[in-house]
């Protein structure tokens, strides 16, 4: 039996630990690992960036927290890069469906709290945005 | 064993140079990545690579590991390849993939990861690389 857990937030700059606590509506959606659960079975995650400033960077997630029994796991994510266009031209879109890690396989305690972070490295090419589903097992 | 992931990330600037990633974002120096203890296998790597559209021409980017964590000697590993026409007005992202494998480690044992870019040179691209182990 599956339990999900989603988190997502504004990555506004590189090299800076972002901690990831809001879904949106519900704005502090419980970080407690569930009863019964012992690992993190399946990660979905997606994060870019707008695209407003020249560079190239990278994102990765890092599942840290008192429930992880390993310690902290750094997952990469996705890189992206952009230059300015041309005067009186416009850029396309930034986008990316999310990545979908299968028998990821990572110990957790039940009872205890997750942290969940997104960080980016290289060149800043803008405030980016990242959502993170975990699937508990 | 459950699975580990150790990551690292860096920026390749300069074409058929092997450029070690070393950094981890705000960790600035996370020291050498060694063979977590208890692992036999690097069983995936996951990793993700852009570059910057700095220049109008196109490129590959090559994943190397070495070091004595990897008892059977080097690997190297292609995730990618890009261009661009113009240097004005390039932009993309790629979603970081995920490569099974099945090589044997050494625990306690560094490994080197490296990324680099062949081809001709495109201005810069970032690489972040995920090791995964059980």
Redesign the interface.
């Known amino acids: 039996m599956s339990k999900t857990f989603t988190v997502e937030g504004d990555i506004a700059t590189v090299d800076t630990r972002t901690l990831l606590t809001t879904q949106g509506s519900v704005s502090a959606p419980s970080s407690v690992i569930p009863s019964g659960v012992t690992k993190i079975d399946k990660i979905i995650v997606a994060a870019s960036t707008e695209g407003l400033v020249a560079g190239a960077q990278s994102y990765f997630l890092r599942i840290g927290g008192n429930a992880v029994r390993n310690g902290e796991q750094v997952i990469a994510i996705s890189a992206c890069g952009f230059i300015a266009p041309q005067a009186g031209s416009d850029s396309s879109p930034q986008l990316m469906m999310a990545n979908i890690y299968n028998d990821i396989d990572i110990a957790v305690a039940a009872s205890d709290t997750l942290t969940i972070a997104v960080e980016g490295a290289g060149t800043d090419t803008g405030t980016g945005h990242a959502v993170v589903t975990l699937v508990f097992a | 064993m459950?699975?580990?992931?150790?990551?690292r990330?860096?920026?390749v600037s300069s074409v058929d140079v092997k450029t070690q990633l070393s950094?981890?974002?705000?960790e600035?120096a996370p020291g050498p990545l060694l063979v977590?203890q208890g692992v036999k296998t690097l069983v995936s790597i996951?990793?993700?690579?852009?570059?910057?559209?700095?220049a109008a021409t196109g490129y590959s980017a090559l994943v190397r590991l070495e070091g004595p964590g990897l008892p059977q000697g080097p690997e190297v590993i292609g995730l990618g390849v890009g261009g661009?026409p113009?240097?004005?007005?390039?932009?993309?992202?790629?979603?970081?993939i995920?490569i099974p494998l099945n090589i044997p480690v050494t625990s306690g044992n560094e490994i080197l990861v490296f990324g680099e870019m062949v081809g001709t040179d495109v201005?810069?691209?970032?690489?972040?690389?995920?090791l995964v182990f059980?």
């Not at chain 2, 459950?2 to 990551?7: C, D, G, V």
């Not at chain 2, 950094?23 to 705000?26: E, P």
């Open positions: 459950p699975k580990l992931y150790r990551t990330e860096g920026t950094t981890l974002g705000s600035t977590p996951i990793a993700a690579q852009c570059f910057n559209m700095g661009v113009v240097a004005t007005g390039g932009n993309g992202v790629n979603r970081a995920e201005g810069s691209s970032e690489f972040v690389v995920t059980a």
